[in-house]
């Protein structure tokens, strides 16, 4: 994994995400850690789609493995457009 | 079809071919803006260290800011503006429109019904792992 | 590739001691857990056991039946979490998701019925809970969390040990190919990577708003290989428009 989504994900801590597995579970809650492989740890989580997934209704602590991790949905003012952009070059050139 | 998804090959300016890597299960559509921005880049007409095609990647940094068409596994496809990527296609993409394809057999008549689910997003991250294909926007069709 | 849950009954000391590690290749054992029980499935808890997290892998063997045991990589442990809504589920316990097979290949068969079924078939097992007996015989949250956080938190540091496991090249950069030459020499290279070229003069890309008249046509390299063996969703990209439509 690449530093540019680590680091930008290390900013996000405290935020609330919501976090789509591959497998259609989405799971919404206050991002506690991140680290370089993406493995994400929530808190405070609740399942978006309850039908689906009843008895995952909530869970304090969470640990999802990056690998099984289709979407991260940010909130709109965690995104810093230019700050993205630079980094993104940087690391295009770097790389 | 017995595509198992694997990289394309695409002929650049100089009409080498330029081939995605064999991890990153990546085509790429070259549009006709890309093209022309490429052929700036070489000819000069745009001086910019930016404008440079050297690898398909680049030919994505080309279209940071602008919306692209991102197909992904599981008969998922997005349209938003590109934001962030790096080399494994992981990517931040913000006003996103997300359109999931199902395809269920009717018990009766066992026709194919086709369902199309579409969703908006303020800012999504994707994970590059199920990437299959970007595209600059379409502007065509 | 994710295996997902599996049946472990290597245990040393004639079959009645600890689970027997793959030591040689770095095995170790981080945390044991006695009076845990787990629950398979949809399944009621088995009679309780010992719980062995290793860096590689969770294991769960029973009391009562020395013939008993489970065991699950970390590599196939999709998510795990503390689950303690008596809504959710009855007795407080670490909730796991398990990546199986039948996930990458197909999603139709239903656990139901295999979860039902007298014969269990694991590899169709897609979550589990681990159960400490300690759990419900104590009211105070106090006492109690520090079992479940604490397994909680190794199964954390034990998952971070276990990322993906890094594809030949990746960390190299990425490989581009600047020419056919390259390609064949890759090929030659290769291992269990086929590698099929076919010129496929229909699949011209930007012709079509005559700006200029770059050639377009797309060489196209196929990689067979499992690792991007998403046949049936790719069948359905003959049925739309916007990219390539490719021949064998």
Same mark, same amino acid.
């Given at each position: 994994?690449?530093?540019?989504?680590?680091?930008?994900?290390?900013?996000?801590?405290?935020?609330?995400?919501?976090?789509?597995?591959?497998?259609?579970?989405?799971?919404?809650?206050?991002?506690?850690?991140?680290?370089?492989?993406?493995?994400?740890?929530?808190?405070?989580?609740?399942?978006?789609?309850?039908?689906?997934?009843?008895?995952?209704?909530?869970?304090?602590?969470?640990?999802?493995?990056?690998?099984?991790?289709?979407?991260?949905?940010?909130?709109?003012?965690?995104?810093?457009?230019?700050?993205?952009?630079?980094?993104?070059?940087?690391?295009?050139?770097?790389? | 079809?017995?595509?198992?998804?694997?990289?394309?090959?695409?002929? !650049?300016?100089?009409?080498?071919?330029?081939?995605?890597?064999?991890?990153?299960?990546?085509?790429?559509?070259?549009?006709?803006?890309?093209?022309?921005?490429?052929?700036?880049?070489?000819?000069?007409?745009?001086?910019?260290?930016?404008?440079?095609?050297?690898?398909?990647?680049?030919?994505?940094?080309?279209?940071?800011?602008?919306?692209?068409?991102?197909?992904?596994?599981? !008969?998922?496809?997005?349209?938003?503006?590109?934001?962030?990527?790096?080399?494994?296609?992981?990517?931040?993409?913000?006003?996103?429109? &997300?359109?999931?394809?199902?395809?269920?057999?009717?018990?009766?008549?066992?026709?194919?019904?086709?369902?199309?689910?579409?969703?908006?997003?303020?800012?999504?991250?994707?994970?590059?792992?199920?990437?299959?294909?970007?595209?600059?926007?379409?502007?065509?069709? | 590739?994710?295996?997902?849950?599996?049946?472990?009954?290597?245990?040393?000391?004639?079959?009645? *001691?600890?689970?027997?590690?793959?030591?040689?290749? *770095?095995? &170790?054992?981080?945390?044991?857990?006695?009076?845990?029980?787990?629950?398979?499935?949809?399944?009621?808890?088995?009679?309780?056991?010992?719980?062995?997290?290793?860096?590689?892998?969770?294991?769960?063997?029973?009391?009562?039946?020395?013939?008993?045991?489970?065991?699950?990589?970390?590599?196939?442990?999709?998510?795990?979490?503390?689950?303690?809504?008596?809504?959710?589920?009855?007795?407080?316990?670490?909730?796991?998701? /398990?990546?199986?097979?039948?996930?990458?290949?197909?999603?139709?068969?239903?656990?139901?019925?295999?979860?039902?079924?007298?014969?269990?078939?694991?590899?169709?097992?897609?979550?589990?809970?681990?159960?400490?007996?300690?759990?419900?015989?104590?009211?105070?949250?106090?006492?109690?969390?520090?079992?479940?956080?604490?397994?909680?938190?190794?199964?954390?540091?034990?998952?971070?040990?276990?990322?993906?496991?890094?594809?030949?090249?990746?960390?190299? *950069?990425?490989?581009? /190919?600047?020419?056919?030459?390259?390609?064949?020499?890759?090929?030659?290279?290769?291992?269990?990577?086929?590698?099929?070229?076919?010129?496929?003069?229909?699949?011209? /890309? *930007?012709?079509?708003?005559?700006?200029?008249?770059?050639?377009?046509?797309?060489?196209?390299?196929?990689?067979?290989?499992?690792?991007? !063996?998403?046949?049936? &969703?790719?069948?359905?990209?003959?049925?739309?428009?916007?990219?390539?439509?490719?021949?064998?």
């Amino acid at each position: 994994m690449t530093y540019l989504f680590f680091s930008y994900f290390k900013d996000l801590v405290g935020r609330e995400v919501t976090v789509e597995l591959k497998n259609d579970l989405a799971i919404r809650g206050t991002l506690h850690s991140v680290d370089q492989y993406l493995n994400i740890k929530l808190e405070n989580t609740r399942v978006v789609d309850q039908d689906k997934y009843p008895h995952m209704l909530s869970v304090r602590n969470c640990f999802i493995r990056g690998s099984v991790v289709r979407y991260v949905q940010l909130p709109p003012d965690g995104v810093d457009i230019e700050l993205l952009h630079d980094a993104t070059r940087r690391e295009a050139r770097g790389g | 079809m017995t595509v198992k998804s694997g990289a394309r090959v695409l002929p !650049d300016v100089f009409g080498r071919f330029l081939t995605l890597s064999r991890i990153v299960a990546l085509k790429i559509l070259l549009k006709p803006l890309v093209y022309s921005l490429c052929t700036k880049g070489r000819t000069g007409m745009a001086t910019e260290e930016d404008s440079a095609v050297k690898e398909p990647l680049d030919l994505i940094r080309l279209s940071l800011d602008e919306r692209i068409y991102v197909k992904l596994r599981s !008969d998922r496809e997005l349209r938003g503006k590109l934001h962030a990527y790096d080399q494994h296609l992981n990517m931040i993409l913000g006003d996103v429109e &997300e359109i999931v394809t199902t395809v269920e057999i009717d018990d009766e008549t066992y026709e194919e019904i086709v369902r199309t689910t579409r969703r908006t997003v303020p800012f999504l991250f994707v994970r590059g792992d199920g990437v299959i294909l970007v595209s600059p926007p379409l502007r065509t069709a | 590739m994710a295996v997902g849950l599996r049946h472990f009954t290597a245990r040393a000391g004639n079959g009645v *001691g600890e689970p027997i590690l793959d030591t040689d290749n *770095g095995e &170790e054992l981080v945390h044991v857990q006695p009076s845990v029980s787990v629950a398979v499935g949809n399944r009621v808890p088995e009679s309780p056991g010992t719980l062995y997290i290793t860096n590689r892998q969770v294991i769960w063997l029973s009391e009562l039946d020395r013939e008993k045991g489970y065991a699950v990589g970390f590599l196939s442990l999709s998510l795990h979490a503390v689950s303690r809504d008596p809504e959710a589920y009855p007795s407080p316990c670490i909730y796991t998701q /398990i990546e199986t097979e039948a996930d990458e290949v197909e999603d139709e068969s239903e656990d139901s019925d295999s979860e039902c079924s007298e014969v269990l078939d694991l590899s169709k097992i897609r979550e589990m809970r681990f159960i400490p007996s300690d759990a419900n015989q104590c009211v105070y949250d106090s006492v109690f969390p520090s079992t479940m956080d604490t397994l909680f938190q190794v199964f954390c540091e034990c998952a971070e040990l276990n990322p993906e496991p890094i594809e030949e090249g990746e960390e190299e *950069g990425h490989n581009w /190919i600047f020419s056919a030459d390259q390609l064949e020499d890759e090929a030659g290279a290769g291992d269990d990577v086929e590698w099929h070229f076919s010129q496929n003069p229909t699949n011209t /890309i *930007g012709h079509s708003n005559g700006h200029h008249d770059l050639a377009s046509s797309v060489l196209e390299l196929q990689i067979n290989d499992q690792r991007f !063996d998403d046949a049936e &969703e790719m069948e359905q990209d003959t049925d739309t428009g916007h990219h390539h439509q490719s021949q064998q």
